[in-house]
Every structure is written in C-alpha cells, then in structure tokens.
C-alpha cells in the first residue's frame, strides 16, 4: 500500500516517532522529516490554518503529487488517508498557488456510475466532493483588474462545477 498523506492527528504522531527531523521551514509552518529507513522524506503542513487549533496536521510523502496524480490518488486508494489528504490537497492548491483542477475532477468524477455503489465508494465520492470544495459555488480566481464578462464567466465555470457535484451528492444519497 502506498500511503502519501497522513490526516489523523494520532497516526501524523506515531510517524512522526520513525522520522528524523530534516529541516524547518523560514515561517516555521512546514517541517521536513526523513525515514532513515526508507529513505522517504516527508513533510509536516496543516491544512485550513484559519480553523481552530491552528488547523488540520498533514503528514505528506514528497515529492508532492502533480494535480493528475491527486486526483488518481483520490479516485483510487482504499486508504482514507490518501482519499482526504488528496482531496483537500487539491483545494489548497487551488487557494495557494492558483492551481485549477475543478474540471478535471468533475470529468474523473462524471465518468463514475453512482447507481449500486457500495458504502466505501459513496464515502469516497462525498470525501472528495467536500474536501476539495467542489460543492462550492465561490468563484475563486482573482476579480481584479478584469472585465465584468470575464467575472461573470468565471463565476459560472464554479457555479456549474457546483451543480454538478450537488447532483453527484444527490444521486449517492447525500
């Protein structure tokens, strides 16, 4: 099994006893660690800062995953670590560094027949949907400076890729 993403506070703490401590980074918000024994670096972020506590603790496996690579990552893994982990990586991507992903998700997403899919798989489906903040309708691309069509289409692009994943939820029971 592969495992890039460690979400759960306790689980990011029992790795973090088999890691050594690489180096930090200058805002002191990212913390690199080394497996010695495997020789997989790590690194230790959070996730949402703005949430109580400082956010969400992410252990992740670098080299960090290309947006195609998270999305496989999510779609495919049976391990709910990598399913969240992949998914909220996707939405802060997008907050941080402008990284679009929406439709390629939704096209990964649309391509799932919903009907007859087993617990697991509707807990993947919402999983990704939610995390990622697929569902939400916020336009999130920069407004300054642009034409008011430019606006308005942009604001459309997430407010159909919302749609659609409010019908995915729908159909899944959600």
Not at 48 to 59: N, R, S, W, Y
Not at 77 to 93: C, W, Y
Not at 119 to 137: G, P, V
């Amino acid at each position: 099994m592969n495992q890039f993403f460690i979400c759960n506070e306790n689980e990011v703490n029992l790795k973090l006893k088999s890691l050594t401590k690489a180096e930090t980074s200058v805002d002191g918000w990212a913390i690199f660690y080394i497996d010695k024994a495997t020789n997989e670096k790590w690194l230790l972020t959070r996730y949402k800062p703005e949430l109580q506590g400082a956010g969400i603790p992410v252990l992740k496996r670098l080299p960090e995953p290309t947006i195609e690579q998270l999305i496989e990552i999510a779609m495919t893994s049976f391990d709910k670590n990598n399913i969240v982990g992949a998914s909220i990586e996707l939405s802060e991507r997008e907050r941080h560094q402008k990284e679009d992903f929406r439709e390629k998700l939704m096209a990964r997403l649309m391509q799932v027949d919903t009907a007859g899919l087993d617990s697991f798989e509707k807990y993947r489906m919402k999983t990704i949907i939610y995390e990622s903040n697929l569902f939400d309708a916020t336009n999130r691309r920069d407004i300054v400076g642009k034409h008011f069509t430019e606006i308005l289409n942009d604001a459309n692009y997430y407010r159909t890729i919302s749609q659609k994943a409010k019908s995915i939820l729908s159909h899944i029971g959600e």
